[in-house]
């Protein structure tokens, strides 16, 4: 069974997947696979920008959204026209010659990557390069074109390796997708810079402890910036302590990273002897 990994950490940005995709498909007939893409409105792999945190602690992910090739794919089951299939290598295909344009499939997939091309009164979507992978190749345009390998495509099993630890977008719909990613934007950060006021610097090699709710604890240095980033962390409260030979302890209570979040630049004061 055919299976995608999207590792979000490894991608720059370049959008050579979504331009090769379009390169593949506006203006060009594949049926009985897919009808032509139209030149705009249509993205079937989409690339969105996902600024997270504030100046000056800010990182740009990039989320990809494309058609999960759910194993229980709601969009089967609401098409009236059963235009709908997935085959047996689990590519989810929308046959153009059955598809009468009932729309039902735009409003049952719940990953919102169905389209509809009014021109052509069809319901449209990524087809994982179908007609390329009968032809023989080993993966889609998509997978072809990217630079950095975020972008993963082939048997389940012989991806194996890199889809441990990687997860399915919104579990809870129970649709079993096919699309597998790493580095997923619902994970958050805490940032932050130490320095001393007095001297006006920057604080490097200062212990921070980070401590969530449950009392898990990890700690780190601040670097020659004095900046300090925990990464990758679970919606929660946490608490910050921060710690220097020659400075007064200070800690911080209360950090509630249900988004990323910069706490700004800390002061630490020396100790008063």
């Not at 990464?231 to 990273?257: F, H, M, N, P, V």
Request: with cysteine.
């Amino acid at each position: 069974m055919k299976a995608m990994l999207i590792d979000i950490n490894l991608c720059n940005g370049c959008r050579c997947c979504q331009i090769a995709c379009k390169d593949e498909h506006v203006g060009n007939d594949w049926t009985p696979i897919a009808k032509p893409q139209p030149d705009i409105g249509q993205f079937w792999m989409k690339v969105t920008d996902m600024v997270q945190g504030s100046v000056p602690k800010v990182r740009v992910r990039y989320m990809h959204d494309i058609c999960q090739h759910c194993d229980n794919a709601p969009c089967i089951t609401a098409c009236s026209r059963e235009a709908i299939y997935k085959r047996d290598d689990g590519i989810v295909i929308i046959d153009p010659n059955k598809c009468t344009g009932g729309r039902q499939c735009l409003e049952a997939c719940p990953y919102d990557v169905i389209y509809f091309n009014s021109d052509l009164n069809i319901a449209q979507k990524c087809t994982f390069c179908a007609h390329l992978i009968d032809d023989g190749w080993k993966e889609p345009r998509c997978v072809d074109a990217c630079p950095t390998d975020a972008l993963r495509f082939g048997e389940e099993e012989d991806l194996k390796k890199y889809i441990d630890g990687a997860e399915v977008l919104h579990p809870e719909y129970s649709a079993s997708p096919r699309v597998f990613y790493k580095g997923l934007l619902d994970k958050f950060f805490i940032a932050g810079a130490v320095y001393d006021p007095a001297n006006d610097e920057c604080l490097e090699n200062c212990t921070v402890t980070l401590t969530g709710a449950d009392g898990g604890k990890v700690s780190l240095q601040t670097d020659d910036f004095g900046d300090f980033w925990f990464e990758r962390l679970e919606s929660g409260t946490y608490s910050l302590l921060l710690e220097k030979d020659g400075y007064q302890a200070r800690r911080i209570d209360g950090i509630d990273a249900s988004k990323d979040i910069n706490v700004g630049d800390i002061e630490l004061l020396k100790e008063i002897k």
